[in-house]
């Protein structure tokens, strides 16, 4: 099970996610984040509110619902997740990574239930699409939800460290720093066993003033 983990968080997995840097691009051109101590503030509210409230509810709602089969719930957890990103490009990438996500998976495992949530749910979030191909594998519920914290913290160091003048070492402690507490953002995940929610304008802001860049490396 670990070696599944570890080659469905890999950065090499075709998800596509080094395309998206979640408005990050914009914040960074714009002087809203400029040195390590504004990327700190930013990978805190990625991990408390957009992991903590929004994805990882999303994750751990959808994991069950997967094991179970129940597909309108499923799907109910889907459309709320995509209804949470009020910038179309933050709805669009999480679909495009979710089904690029699934389709891989199921290729490489194949599943009767990711069969069927492809069938029902055409186009799946990212959330969604991470937790059904960890439940189609037996890997933990609560290890699914820290292990896709870990993918979205990783990828917005990564966009950072193309953004802006930071370090590999800098980066990569600001990463561990803040993966040391994915445990207990998770744990009150499990605790509230609540339905996705989300408050985070400035980062919407962000993720919707992302296409009036002149110039940009990522797509959202």
Not at 60 to 71: F, G, N, P, Y
Not at 146 to 169: D, K
Not at 207 to 213: K, P, R, T, V
């Amino acid at each position: 099970m670990v070696l599944t983990l570890l080659h469905l968080c890999d950065s090499l997995f075709p998800v596509g996610s080094f395309a998206y840097s979640d408005g990050l691009e914009w914040a960074t051109s714009t002087g809203l984040v400029s040195r390590a101590e504004n990327l700190g503030a930013w990978i805190d509210v990625v991990l408390d509110e957009g992991i903590g409230r929004a994805e990882g509810p999303a994750v751990w709602r959808a994991w069950q619902a997967c094991h179970d089969r129940e597909w309108d719930a499923l799907a109910a957890v889907d459309e709320e997740v995509i209804a949470l990103k009020p910038a179309a490009t933050a709805r669009r990438s999480s679909r495009a990574m979710g089904v690029r996500l699934l389709t891989t998976w199921q290729a490489l495992h194949p599943d009767p239930r990711l069969e069927q949530l492809l069938a029902r749910v055409k186009n799946p979030s990212l959330p969604v699409a991470f937790a059904a191909a960890c439940a189609s594998t037996t890997i933990d519920r609560r290890v699914a939800v820290e292990a896709f914290a870990y993918t979205r913290l990783a990828a917005t160091i990564s966009a950072a460290m193309r953004l802006m003048p930071i370090g590999q070492t800098a980066a990569h402690a600001l990463l561990a720093r803040t993966l040391a507490r994915v445990p207990s953002v998770v744990g009150a995940i499990a605790d509230r066993d609540a339905d996705p929610e989300s408050f985070t304008p400035a980062m919407d802001i962000a993720a919707m003033s992302q296409q009036y860049l002149h110039s940009r490396l990522f797509r959202s």
